[in-house]
């Protein structure tokens, strides 16, 4: 007959749960409060994909999304940017079980002129991973429809990211989101 785990150190502490930025916050002048629904940007990618799998990383490269208009093409010379972010969590003594980073790459493009209006590509992928023993995670990505922002003559796309984090013990299961909103510029949290 197995032994059951101390409830205390095999349940996670909901309000422990944090979702943290790593680096520099993005350039935008203002919150994406006025982020709109698009008739002109469409995500020609996947809408939903794995990001961890049994507490093992997916591959990354493998699943990305966009936010740009029909007849837009990737522009082969963008940069990618990229953000970190990382999501925390402690069991109810308050001692750390599972720390996740993962990454934004965002890939730009646009009309000549608004080289940054649109994102051609966005991956997303864990880079770190340190879990408690006993403990299992896993993490997809929901992508919204994609959205415009800025001015209504001159919008650039928004393209939402729900991050969703499954943690499970012997004892319990919790399951948590955080919407991401990418932006040309970078990524918030919201």
């Not at 940017?81 to 890939?107: E, P």
């Not at 992928?125 to 001015?151: C, I, K, R």
């Amino acid at each position: 007959m197995a032994q059951a785990g101390d409830p205390k150190s095999f349940t996670c502490d909901e309000n422990s749960i944090r979702w943290e930025r790593i680096g520099p916050a993005p350039a935008l002048q203002d919150a994406p409060r006025n982020a709109r629904s698009s008739a002109i940007f469409f995500n020609r990618g996947q809408k939903t994909w794995p990001l961890m799998v049994r507490n093992k990383p997916v591959a990354a490269g493998m699943y990305w999304a966009t936010a740009s208009p029909v007849e837009a093409l990737a522009s082969p010379g963008s940069t990618p940017l990229k953000q970190g972010f990382c999501v925390r969590a402690k069991n109810q003594y308050g001692i750390s079980v599972v720390v996740i980073g993962y990454q934004f790459q965002v890939q730009t493009g646009g009309r000549s002129g608004a080289s940054d209006q649109y994102i051609t590509r966005l991956e997303i992928a864990p880079d770190h991973v340190e879990l408690a023993w006993g403990w299992n995670v896993d993490m997809t990505v929901v992508m919204q429809n994609p959205g415009e922002y800025g001015e209504p003559d001159a919008p650039f796309a928004v393209l939402p990211a729900q991050l969703e984090l499954t943690v499970n013990t012997e004892l319990k299961s919790l399951r948590v989101t955080k919407m991401h909103m990418v932006f040309p510029q970078g990524v918030l949290t919201v």
